[in-house]
């Protein structure tokens, strides 16, 4: 219990500092930017198969935004206590790059557990809604994933099984 309390901790300063990188890339930039993890519910944020995961979250984005000629004016990744993430600072509005992300989360086998956040330059999040989407659907049931997430509606065990189903149907 106090090992899992530990982690719980080193997660929870990985997500401040995600957060303060996330202002000083805004900052520096003055610029769309992207910040992208993977949604892995429990204690266990980091493994090869994530890593991997993260990975192909990457390259697909990576493919679009060159496809729409999107010039890619930072990139970082990196590995924290809360899993792998990356900062990607883009020349492009808010809305276009809200739309590459969306797609990709709904499209690909693995968008589910993608988590592009789109942040613009005056450092707020880019809603869904904002282009006319729905939130996010939980993985097991068709609530809100927010809402199952916060109301503990479905087991950690549960969720990482699904998850891992996605991954193994994509291989």
Known sequence: MIKEKQVL??????????????????????????????NIPGVEKQNPTFTNIHKKGIELLEEELS?????????????????????????????????ITTAIEESHKLGRVFDFDVINKNAEQVSRSGIGLHLRKCLLCN???????????????????????????EK
């Open 9 to 38: 901790e080193q997660i929870l300063d990985a997500r401040e500092k995600r957060a303060e990188k996330q202002r000083e890339l805004i900052n520096i930039y003055q610029n769309t930017l992207i910040s992208f993890t993977l």
């Open 143 to 169: 609530n809100s994933a927010k809402a199952c997430g916060r109301s503990r509606s479905h087991s950690v065990s549960e969720l990482l099984d699904k998850i891992y189903e996605l991954i193994d149907y």
């Open 67 to 99: 496809k729409q000629n999107i010039k890619l004016l930072c990139k970082i990744v990196q590995t924290t206590a809360d899993g792998d993430e990356a900062f990607l600072v883009v020349d492009a509005g808010q809305w276009v790059i809200k739309r």
